[in-house]
């Protein structure tokens, strides 16, 4: 059962708006079988452009009931129902804080026929009720009034469900007040997450990466990550979607993969710091990093020729390592080869690997240091 509804307002600060009218139609899925419309004293004000947008003033409220002597009907229509609106976080907002004002926790789950539109109707040229509707053909009558936009809605809404045939989209739109989608996404997530070393990427609904991360268990750093109480990790949480991730097996190759990525992606909400670039040269000129692998037979290879870090690769067979030409084919390539340099100068300043390979200036082969 659903209760499509439109609110008009006074205007103002958030939060601090008034109700003016509210129109309500409770829909089956089929036809409206109940409705409720009217005008609110808002007690306070109308901001004059909202009055001109409107069509609704001062002196046509000061007979209308108060919020509270409408709010029982408004709980009663709206019983066990989705409430369903365009643009609906404003109007459940407005509705929320005038039943808070009362003293009462308004509670509802909720459908926006914005974002429901945005999915089934790929090619509209705007999502505003009015555009959207003129270009569906569905007819709207007093605009911005809340009992034309209201009706406008339910036709929407009915275009929309037979759009959806499985009903799928309709069911995944819905908002639960008590974010119970919210915390089945973010299971769904942490179930998809290995519980092995690397650096994993949180993505939003569009596939941007928005944060990176990295530690010695993807799945535990993920979920740390989420129950952080920082303004930025919960704009990651709420906006994440999705994350991948890549395994590296060792230290260096997760802190070089880290800040690589870092600097190349530049993710809005991680803490980007500059780093003081290195002018020395590695004591050997051409070198293999050897070290752990993402699994017992599998090392990791990292590449230095004549100063440069060239790439790297995982190895599962000691010729892969002992034939330079075929370790050059094998090698992910580095892009930015200063900041490769200066992580690993770093890191082996004041860490150990499992081994150093020296390379020959003559020819592919290589010995240990």
């Known amino acids: 059962m659903y209760a499509i509804l439109d609110i008009e307002t006074t205007g103002g600060k958030f939060n601090e708006e008034g109700i003016t009218e509210i129109a309500i139609y409770k829909y089956d899925g089929h036809e409206v079988i109940d409705q409720f419309i009217s005008l609110v ?3 306070r004000e109308i901001q004059e452009f909202v009055a001109k947008l409107t069509g609704i003033n001062n002196s046509m409220l000061k007979n209308a009931p108060k919020f509270y002597e409408v709010a029982k009907r408004i709980i009663e229509i709206t019983q066990d129902c989705i409430l369903i609106a365009h643009n609906a976080s404003f109007d459940y907002r407005v509705l929320k804080t ?5 003293g009462y926790d308004y509670q509802k789950n909720t459908i926006c026929t914005v974002t429901l539109s945005k999915k089934l109707i790929k090619d509209a040229p705007s999502y505003s009720l009015g555009k959207l509707c003129r270009h569906l053909g569905i007819p709207v009558t007093d605009r911005h009034r809340a009992n034309g936009d209201a009706y406008a809605t339910v036709k929407l809404f009915k275009l929309l469900l037979d759009k959806d045939n499985d009903k799928e989209i309709i069911t995944q739109s819905i908002k639960y007040f008590d974010n119970r989608h919210e915390k089945l996404r973010i299971v769904k997530i942490l179930e998809s997450l290995p519980e092995t070393q690397g650096v994993f990427y949180v993505h939003n609904q569009e596939g941007n990466i928005i944060f990176i991360g990295r530690g010695k268990n993807i799945k535990s750093e993920v979920s740390k990550q989420f129950v952080k109480k920082t303004s930025k990790a919960e704009k990651v949480l709420k906006r994440a979607y999705e994350v991948s991730y890549e395994e590296t097996g060792n230290q260096l190759l997760t802190r070089l993969k880290y800040h690589l990525d870092l600097d190349k992606i530049r993710p809005k909400y991680n ?3 500059k780093r003081k670039n290195i002018t020395k040269v590695f004591n050997n000129p ?6 752990r692998g ?3 037979e599998e090392n990791s290879v990292i590449l230095i020729e004549n100063n440069e870090v060239i790439g790297h ?3 599962n067979l000691a010729f892969q390592e002992n034939q330079l030409h075929i370790l050059k084919s094998m090698v992910t390539e580095i892009e930015n080869k200063q900041l490769a340099k200066v992580i690993i100068k770093n890191y082996l ?3 150990k690997v499992q081994k150093l390979v020296r390379l020959s200036d003559e020819t592919s082969d290589s010995h240990a240091t």
């Open 313 to 315: 690769a995982f190895t």
């Open 41 to 43: 004293n808002p007690e």
């Open 286 to 291: 051409s070198f293999l990093i050897i070290d």
């Open 349 to 351: 300043l004041r860490n």
């Open 271 to 273: 803490i980007i710091r």
């Open 294 to 296: 993402r699994k017992p």
């Open 98 to 102: 005038e039943f808070r004002r009362l």
